[in-house]
């Protein structure tokens, strides 16, 4: 008997240790009742929330059609319960986004591409089965065709400045061609032709009323997705803190020019190794640059806060507050 007043006793203080760690851990969150957070703190595999209105680039979504409903639905899904994938996605988005929006704003693309940025490599220089490469994933007839080299020394598809200058251009010319910039961000997936075909077959005039390719049928719910999460992160369920980001690379610009040059020895006279050049510097594909064109190229080397990542730190990324919005 006194056995099991002592095992009472223990799990009554379990118990209250739990509900006091719910309490103090939901605290601090005033967009949810106490009873959502408890249960989220209980329960994680809940439905996340389609917003009953939506927008891409200025566009109306057709949130209330229930095939577009339903897309939507199935990418926040995907995502909000792909955890790991999504929390370095932000992660890397406090690094990048700073970077990206000013060269979409300066050539007049909403800011809304850079979710199609994140949904195309997750902010990676990844490389796709059909060999597209970089943060926007051009393959290289498309990339080369928008001024960006491609050869055996150099990719500018993983330069993510002239990147996104590039995509901005084709983007502009799919929207020019298309009609909205909901079609342009579609046939950024499957090309303008597939989708001008199938429109024009089909009789209809919105990317949402076309029957196309899976792939591309969810490739815009999937954008829609991920700006819905990374505008709302805590509402999804990511609590990240400012301190938790990736911050921006403090780096300067040398010039790198002449032919066969050993880059090893280019980053050792410039104050770092050859890693770090390759880190800061991916287009460059190997530990040679041969330049048979003779060109000069501009390079980034780590600048005063050399490769602390504590120094990156500004006052702001040194933050506990939970990010609210990427």
């Not at 891409?56 to 994938?85: Q, T």
């Not at 990048?96 to 704003?105: G, H, R, S």
């Amino acid at each position: 008997m006194k056995k099991l007043s002592i095992i009472a006793i223990i799990l009554s203080i379990t118990t209250l240790s739990l509900q006091i760690f719910i309490f103090a851990t939901s605290a601090g969150q005033p967009t949810e009742s106490l009873s959502a957070k408890q249960a989220k703190s209980l329960f994680q595999n809940i439905a996340p929330e389609i917003p009953d209105s939506l927008s891409f680039a200025g566009e109306k979504v057709p949130v209330d059609d229930f095939y577009v409903r339903e897309a939507i639905d199935r990418e926040l899904i995907a995502n909000v319960y792909r955890h790991s994938a999504t929390i370095l996605t932000m992660k890397r988005a406090y690094r990048y986004f700073p970077i990206i929006e000013p060269i979409l704003k300066k050539n007049g693309v909403p800011l809304d591409f850079k979710y199609l940025c994140v949904i195309e490599s997750e902010l990676t220089n990844a490389t796709s089965p059909a060999k597209a490469q970089g943060f926007w994933q051009f393959i290289k007839s498309t990339g080369t065709s928008y001024g960006l080299e491609v050869n055996d020394d150099i990719d500018m598809r993983n330069n993510v400045e002239a990147a996104t200058i590039a995509a901005c251009r084709y983007l502009k010319d799919l929207k020019a061609t298309l009609g909205s910039w909901t079609s342009a961000a579609a046939a950024y997936n499957c090309g303008e032709n597939g989708l001008r075909k199938r429109i024009n077959e089909q009789g209809v005039k919105s990317y949402y009323d076309t029957y196309i390719f899976t792939e591309t049928t969810r490739y815009v719910p999937r954008i829609l997705a991920m700006k819905t999460i990374m505008q709302n992160p805590q509402k999804y369920g990511f609590y990240l803190r400012y301190c938790d980001m990736y911050p921006q690379i403090t780096t300067k610009n040398v010039e790198l020019k002449g032919q066969n040059v050993n880059l090893i020895d280019f980053a050792k006279q410039n104050g770092t190794t050859y890693k770090t050049l390759r880190l800061l510097n991916p287009w460059l594909l190997g530990s040679k640059l041969t330049n048979k064109a003779n060109r000069t190229y501009t390079v980034k080397i780590p600048g005063s806060d050399g490769i602390s990542f504590s120094k990156m730190q500004k006052n702001d990324d040194k933050k506990t507050d939970f990010i609210t919005k990427l």
